[in-house]
């Protein structure tokens, strides 16, 4: 097994920064063709629920549900010559890179591997919990095209991975397409593939997959040697404190738990991968995002980049609590809105969640998934420019007073009934805020 300090990290920016231990990966750009498959389950946010009313048991009997499944996609696309480049909650972004000579062979691979992970669901379709029977759906979507990556952040407070280009656009898009049990690739994917994949019904620009297309084996994803003690520092900034200092005390075994967070998605636009210069452009963006957020308690989760919209998802309350981390959301969302560099939407919710780390030990990350979650991402969606829209749940939430545009009742997926939501315009005056935690004169008993 790798070191888990490696887990956290995508393949490829794991064996370069073993490569190169002394130098900073901020700033350093790749930009490389490949293909991407983006797999998303139906079916996780039910069990989550469900078993959220067990307590500490539920946590750790949907933890092995959860890590059950991952360690079986992991596997699958490892062995195909995938490797994971993002969760998101439930779902999952994978590269398989191709230089041009071994393009038709990637492509072709890539859809074996998707072909696979769906047979693979024959062992969820029924699953037996504590709080009754439930079952897995997944469906998948490829795409083929030029890719750019690179490293953003503080090197002090918290580094991020991005990746980005239309692969993964397209590949989301093709998803989509797709229903469950499906695979569906968009039309560069089939153009890779020179010929090579059986293919099924139209759908605009994607088609369906409608059998297993014949190709040698790939080569699996070679194991990674245990990284330098001095590359320990870089790779604890790409993961929360808290998560690092465990493993710096060899403790690998994480608390998963149900908890009350507050979610914060934000949405920009401005940014494209194409532009000779976007990586020193987000690098001054999220180097100021960064910062704010360690200012006001939170943890940056993740960054996902696309042309059509890229997005952030940063926590409050996950995986350290403050008692006033709603008001914490707040402030940092205002700061964040004041940011000159790019539109920002933001939508902001408070609930309770599902959060800890998912994956295997070949490759993990500390997510949130469950209902909270979910409003949260469409509030985000329903935002205009520069707009935070906040639930009911989080204004009720907050401790201190602050600024609203009149409320708005807002019909959203997955919700039956409309959610009322508010526009944030600002803090009320003398809406002072404390940083620091408290220091008490008194002893605790």
């Not at 002394?22 to 930009?31: A, N």
């Not at 030029?146 to 590949?171: I, K, M, N, Q, Y």
């Not at 995986?319 to 964040?336: S, T």
Request: proline fraction near 6%; include cysteine.
């Amino acid at each position: 097994m790798p070191s888990p300090w490696l887990s956290f990290l995508p393949h490829y920016l794991a064996q370069d920064l073993i490569n190169h231990p002394r130098r900073s990966p901020i700033g350093k750009e790749e930009r490389f063709d490949g293909v991407t498959l983006f797999a998303d389950v139906s079916g996780f946010t039910a069990i989550s629920e469900a078993l959220s009313k067990s307590g500490k048991h539920g946590a750790e009997e949907l933890t092995g549900i959860l890590n059950t499944y991952f360690g079986d996609m992991i596997s699958i696309i490892r062995r195909h010559g995938g490797m994971i480049a993002k969760f998101g909650g439930d779902a999952l972004t994978a590269v398989f890179p191709c230089p041009a000579e071994k393009k038709t062979q990637t492509a072709r691979e890539a859809v074996v591997c998707a072909l696979e992970m769906q047979e693979s669901m024959g062992s969820y379709i029924s699953i037996s919990t504590s709080a009754g029977d439930y079952g897995l759906a997944m469906k998948a979507g490829l795409a083929c095209g030029p890719l750019f990556r690179t490293v953003v952040g503080d090197a002090a407070v918290r580094l991020e991975h991005l990746l980005a280009g239309e692969a993964l656009d397209l590949c989301a898009e093709a998803e989509h397409h797709a229903s469950r049990g499906e695979v569906v690739v968009h039309r560069s994917l089939a153009q890779a593939a020179d010929g090579g994949i059986p293919l099924g019904q139209q759908r605009g620009d994607f088609f369906l997959v409608t059998q297993r297309p014949e190709c040698p084996p790939e080569h699996a994803v070679p194991p990674l040697t245990e990284p330098p003690p001095e590359l320990i520092p870089t790779l604890a900034a790409f993961i929360h404190p808290s998560i690092a200092s465990r493993l710096a005390q060899e403790q690998t075994a994480f608390i998963n738990e149900h908890r009350k967070v507050t979610i914060l998605f934000l949405r920009f636009d401005g940014f494209s991968y194409a532009e000779p210069l976007v990586g020193a452009r987000l690098q001054t963006y999220f180097a100021h995002i960064i910062n704010i957020v360690e200012r006001y308690g939170g943890y940056l989760n993740k960054i996902d980049m696309g042309d059509k919209g890229s997005k952030a998802i940063i926590l409050f309350g996950a995986p350290i609590a403050h008692e006033d981390d709603p008001d914490r959301a707040l402030r940092c969302a205002l700061d964040i809105r004041d940011l000159p560099h790019a539109n920002a939407h933001i939508g902001i919710n408070t609930g309770y969640a599902f959060c800890g780390q998912v994956g295997s030990p070949l490759r993990q990350e500390y997510t949130v998934m469950g209902d909270a979650v979910n409003l949260a991402a469409r509030l985000m969606q329903a935002s205009g420019p520069n707009e935070i829209l906040v639930s009911e749940y989080t204004r009720q939430a907050a401790r201190r007073p602050f600024l609203w545009n009149s409320e708005r009742s807002l019909k959203v997926k997955g919700k039956r009934e409309p959610i009322r939501a508010a526009s944030l315009r600002g803090a009320a005056a003398g809406n002072a805020y404390r940083l620091h935690e408290s220091r008490y004169a008194l002893p605790m008993v």
